[in-house]
């Protein structure tokens, strides 16, 4: 590890002296793009982050937001990319261990995880390796810790074969009496660290997820990768929650980057305090680490905690009640930031400057060029086919089922539907959840695509019947050292930033993950949205229709313009074609809210998100051996109708087709595209009649289990 030369001169001038060893290190990983956002913060100003129903927003380890006067539920998002590729379990594992101590520090017990997972091409075999080892590390460790991942999403894109994404969000809940935050509170107060013991795992783990990925990584880099144990952070959860239960936590901050000089640097930090630790005094499981090794180390499970002094004695009983380690490794203070280590200084810092000290980046950008229209000539029934087998837009079954979702009795809707639902009993409201990115949308048309991701989530959300509430953001790049790169991954911020304020939906919290680039060259800019909505009661109208009641299509079939725009469609991917993107509704937040409403309506039968593989996956999707669909679609250019890809549109199976139209009036445009029947079977007339049954669209369906099993 090294710093650079100009941060170095930076620190000399504010420290008077040479850093020592440990000051180096712990500036390095602290500055470092992964920790301090120098490249993305002074783009992050355009998110709205505020609203009535905002408690805490973005710093802290996550975001808190209401649901009542008394029910709060916390939200976080965080990325393990460069790990899951060095090691695909143990990588994907330790993201879901964060994101769950993130929602710990907040006083707040986790109820739900959503994955957002990207790969390169499905049919490499690496690409394989990898997908196989991420979904296997979240399992396990989900399931072992008993939070039930509910929500997601796959992709498959060549430009991730040498850097796939992992984007894991959580949902916790609490109270406005039990919630803690990250900021240290008074001084003389204990510093108390609680969980498995410091290894020598992780270590430079942040300024590993701040460097392009080298050829060798996978085994020059596999010393920064965490090593996870579920079984000691299930301990944790509960340790943490007997703590919160009993009022013994002043503020609370997860280890995970730069570990413990992260963690405890950061508490104080907030509060322009600072502190004294002593390194010696941390629990360990490996015998004669050093100074530097103790305070940057990235084992995982561990929590450091403020405490009272007379508090110290119960909290440590109540730990060792759980076999997890409790260290009092110093306390906060009103001076800088110092660590020794048996007796000699090895830090002594301004924690302000430390956390906050990092000159930002001014980086050059160029606006990606405008996509051509060059489109494929493809059989139709050809087309339809493989569409609704390609891997992007096929059954994800193989992922979710191994996946407990239900543990917790808390999931009314699993995944699998456009939204998950979450019972939140204690508000008497079901908690709508959808995460998920779309690279080829953002790859074809950054900014447009980011909006579309953005109405996409929303839209997903109010086909269960719930209207948005917040969101948090997982921005992921390319070397932003590269101006092309760096405008793509801008136009991102500014898509999502602009539709999300757009719907009225605060953007709480994120992370930024850039240098996701390799030897095969940038990832697409890929911002992955996790978004809640809120609805009276936990049931929600079915994706899948019933055999009677009239098909309607809430959106647009593209052709006013004379044509559809196919641009980011899985048509296009399939069959090497370039097109612009499709424009978006003119009133997205119009459109959310009344497909909310009518989702709602006792005459609604059935609601389906149109989006991902266009009007022709969504009805497949729909058919079941008990229901199938006869529809038409009127149109002289059948491709382009069925499989344009614009958001913000959705299939309504009614049984009042008059009060869809109504509802809709002035806000979108409504097709009735036909209507339901017994027989399991669909029938498209689209100049040709395109037929398939349930059995034949499951076994089409079915190419992620039929590859891996």
């Known amino acids: 590890m090294s710093l650079a030369d100009s941060d170095r001169e930076l620190v000399v001038s504010e420290l008077g002296r040479e850093p020592t060893r440990a000051e180096a290190a712990l500036f390095e990983n602290l500055w470092s793009e992964h920790c301090a956002y120098r490249s993305s913060r002074p783009l992050l100003s355009a998110f709205d982050s505020e609203g009535e129903q905002v408690v805490v927003g973005p710093g802290d380890d996550a975001a808190v937001v209401s649901l009542d006067d008394e029910t709060y539920i916390t939200m976080g998002i965080e990325s393990h990319n460069h790990?899951?590729?060095?090691?695909?379990?143990?990588?994907?594992?330790?993201?879901?261990?964060?994101?769950?101590?993130?929602?710990?520090?907040?006083?707040?017990?986790?109820?739900?995880?959503a994955d957002s997972l990207y790969f390169g091409e499905f049919d490499d075999e690496h690409s394989k390796y990898l997908f196989e080892g991420v979904v296997e590390g979240i399992s396990h460790y989900g399931n072992c810790i008993g939070v039930p991942t509910v929500a997601g999403s796959v992709d498959f894109h060549p430009d991730y074969e040498g850097n796939p994404l992992v984007n894991v969000a959580c949902v916790g809940l609490t109270t406005e009496e039990r919630l803690v935050t990250a900021e240290a509170q008074e001084p003389g107060n204990k510093l108390v660290l609680v969980g498995n013991g410091t290894g020598r795992d992780g270590l430079g783990g942040a300024s590993f997820a701040s460097e392009d990925l080298?050829?060798?990584?996978?085994?020059?880099?596999?010393?920064?990768?965490?090593?996870?144990?579920?079984y000691a952070e299930k301990l944790l959860i509960e340790a943490n929650e007997a703590l919160v239960d009993e009022d013994l936590i002043e503020s609370a901050r997860d280890l995970g980057a730069a570990g413990l000089g992260g963690a405890s640097s950061e508490m104080v930090a907030k509060a322009d305090l600072g502190a004294h630790i002593e390194l010696e005094r941390v629990h360990q499981r490996e015998p004669n680490m050093n100074a530097l090794e103790i305070l940057l180390a990235e084992s995982q499970e561990r929590m450091c905690y403020e405490v009272e002094p007379d508090n110290v004695d119960r909290v440590r009983e109540l730990v060792e009640r759980f076999d997890l380690g409790c260290s009092v490794i110093g306390e906060v203070t009103d001076g800088n930031y110092v660590c020794t280590f048996e007796g000699e200084t090895v830090v002594?810092?301004?924690?302000?400057?430390?956390?906050?000290?990092?000159p930002m980046n001014d980086l050059s950008t160029?606006?990606?060029?405008?996509?051509?229209?060059?489109?494929?000539?493809?059989?139709?029934?050809?087309?339809?086919?493989?569409?609704?087998?390609?891997?992007?837009?096929?059954?994800?079954?193989?992922?979710?089922?191994?996946?407990?979702?239900e543990v917790g009795v808390r999931t009314s809707v699993g995944p699998g539907d456009d939204a998950a639902i979450i019972a939140v009993r204690e508000a008497e409201q079901g908690l709508a959840l959808s995460s998920g990115g779309a690279p080829n949308w953002t790859d074809v048309a950054p900014y447009e695509g980011a909006r579309a991701v953005a109405l996409e989530n929303a839209t997903n959300i109010a086909a269960k019947g719930a209207t948005p509430l917040a969101a948090v953001d997982c921005l992921n790049g390319g070397n932003p050292e590269k101006p092309d790169v760096y405008g793509g991954f801008t136009g991102i911020v500014d898509g999502l930033a602009e539709m999300c304020e757009t719907l009225s939906t605060p953007v709480v919290g994120g992370n930024v993950s850039l240098y996701n680039d390799s030897v095969a060259g940038p990832i697409p800019p890929t911002p992955t949205l996790a978004m809640v909505g809120s609805k009276d009661g936990y049931d929600a109208p079915p994706l899948a229709v019933e055999p009677d009641g009239d098909l309607l299509l809430v959106g647009d079939l593209g052709l006013e313009a004379g044509s559809p725009r196919l641009g980011g469609s899985e048509y296009l991917a399939q069959f090497d074609g370039s097109d612009a993107f499709p424009d978006l509704p003119a009133d997205p937040a119009a459109v959310v809210e009344t497909l909310a409403a009518v989702a709602n309506d006792d005459a609604?039968?059935?609601?389906?998100d149109v989006s991902h593989g266009g009007l022709a996956v969504a009805l497949a999707e729909m058919v079941t051996e008990d229901a199938g669909l006869e529809v038409a679609i009127p149109s002289d250019q059948p491709a382009g109708a069925l499989f344009h890809e614009q958001p913000g549109r959705a299939l309504v199976q009614t049984e009042s087709p008059e009060a869809v139209r109504e509802a809709f009036d002035g806000v979108a445009p409504v097709v009735e595209l036909g209507s339901a029947t017994d027989d399991g079977r669909l029938a498209v007339d689209a100049g040709r009649t395109l037929t398939a049954d349930a059995a034949e669209i499951r076994d089409r369906r079915g190419t992620i289990e039929r590859e891996l099993e």
């Open 214 to 230: 080298a050829e060798d990584a996978e085994t020059e880099d596999r010393p920064a990768v965490q090593v996870g144990d579920p």
């Open 348 to 358: 002594d810092v301004d924690a302000y400057f430390l956390g906050e000290g990092a």
């Open 604 to 608: 609604t039968l059935a609601v389906h």
């Open 83 to 113: 790990p899951s590729y060095v090691d695909p379990f143990d990588g994907a594992a330790t993201g879901v261990g964060g994101i769950v101590r993130d929602t710990l520090s907040m006083g707040a017990y986790p109820i739900a995880l």
């Open 366 to 405: 160029a606006d990606p060029a405008e996509p051509e229209t060059d489109l494929p000539d493809v059989d139709l029934e050809d087309a339809f086919e493989a569409i609704v087998s390609s891997p992007n837009t096929a059954s994800k079954r193989w992922v979710y089922r191994q996946y407990d979702h």
